[in-house]
């Protein structure tokens, strides 16, 4: 009698182990595929929190965002669109290294948490601009923290300039948290 186990064949598992069906290699996944993901996922993002901006090109939200009463420690208008295009490149070129590590269960991990991060980003701006949810969008910054802290210690097991990019979004978020914080504390989330 035999003790060894039967080799599984099935041809629709090829697929999930087969680089070449997949766009991976031994080193992660192509250039272009990579590319192309990053691009689409961070250009959803911001799409989403360009149409949620408190612009010229949105009077109504840019009117109730100038009267909301904001803590002195707030930033101008300018420094908003100068930080987000830095932070923003770091998450591009940290989730680009991501995906072209081998595909591996600590690599899958960080790349799901970049995934995450990307989509919060576009996802607070609808809570807090669209929905003016001030309370909800303080709690949902904090927990933007915990994950994007969860993303550079993941990365950094990884790819460490991968993590290492992801550090000034992390410490953005801990200062967005704290300004939404006393945003909602100023204003009274019925307006």
Not at 95 to 111: H, I, K, S
Not at 169 to 175: I, K, M, N, P, Q
Request: aromatic share 8%; charged share 20%; proline share 8%.
């Amino acid at each position: 009698m035999s003790t060894s186990t039967p080799i599984h064949t099935d041809p629709s598992d090829v697929a999930l182990t087969d680089p070449s069906r997949t766009g991976a290699s031994r080193t992660g996944l192509s250039k272009p595929v990579a590319a192309l993901i990053v691009a689409g996922v961070l250009g959803a993002s911001a799409v989403l929190g360009r149409r949620n901006a408190p612009d010229p090109s949105h009077p109504k939200t840019r009117r109730w965002y100038k009267r909301l009463d904001k803590p002195g420690f707030t930033p101008p208008d300018a420094v908003f669109g100068a930080v987000w295009p830095v932070l923003e490149t770091g998450l591009a070129v940290g989730g680009y290294r991501l995906m072209r590590a081998p595909a591996d269960p600590r690599r899958n991990a960080a790349v799901g948490l970049w995934l995450l991060n990307t989509a919060m980003v576009g996802g607070w701006t609808e809570l807090f601009f669209r929905k003016r949810a001030l309370e909800t969008s303080a709690i949902a910054a904090g927990g933007m923290v915990v994950t994007g802290a969860a993303y550079v210690a993941t990365a950094a097991k990884v790819d460490r300039p991968a993590a290492g990019l992801g550090v000034p979004f992390v410490a953005w978020l801990g200062f967005a948290t704290v300004l939404a914080t006393r945003i909602s504390q100023r204003n009274d989330t019925r307006r």
